[in-house]
């Protein structure tokens, strides 16, 4: 057993949970935002808060979130911010394929795709201003 899992602390049983990673990215207009990594990335909404301005999206299985920016939380978008502090790496089978779709669907090309390093990697600007590298390894 690892440290994290186990009982909590009212001593009950933790169901079965994976320990994971995600991100939520966060946007100044959430509805384009969700609607840009749908077509570009071709994800898929698993849920939605109410009334919108939160989602959690897949991308064949690889889950991440996104977020109407909450300045009141110190959740601040690339616009706001003037840059981002996290780089994405999304990994598929097609590089080129996805980075051609996302730039189709309003990303800015920022490193068209090349191998290097033991990667087939290239990176998109997508509108909100998150980076993303979109790769496969070579071998």
Same mark, same amino acid.
Request: glycine share 10%; with cysteine; charged share 20%.
């Given at each position: 057993m690892t440290p994290i899992e186990g009982t909590v602390s009212n001593s009950s049983p933790v169901?079965?949970?994976?320990?994971?990673i995600t991100a939520t990215l966060s946007v100044c207009d959430w509805s384009k935002a969700?609607?840009?990594?749908?077509? %570009?990335?071709?994800?898929?909404?698993?849920?939605?808060?109410? $009334?919108?301005?939160?989602? !959690?999206?897949?991308?064949?299985g690889a889950e991440f979130w996104v977020a109407e920016e909450s300045p009141p939380h110190q959740?601040?978008?690339?616009?706001?911010?003037?840059?981002?502090?996290?780089?994405?790496?999304?990994?598929?089978?097609?590089?080129?394929a996805v980075c051609a779709r996302a730039v189709a669907a309003? %990303?800015?090309?920022?490193?068209?795709?090349?191998?290097?390093? $033991?990667?087939?990697?290239? !990176?998109i600007a997508d509108p909100a201003g998150h980076?993303?590298?979109i790769a496969r390894p070579l071998h």
């Open positions: 169901p079965s949970v994976r320990t994971a969700v609607a840009f990594y749908k077509q %570009a990335f071709m994800a898929a909404e698993t849920y939605s808060v109410p $009334g919108g301005g939160v989602c !959690r999206l897949s991308v064949d959740n601040f978008s690339p616009e706001t911010l003037g840059g981002c502090s996290v780089r994405m790496l999304l990994i598929v089978a097609d590089p080129a309003g %990303a800015k090309l920022v490193q068209p795709v090349t191998d290097e390093h $033991g990667w087939r990697i290239g !990176r980076h993303w590298e």
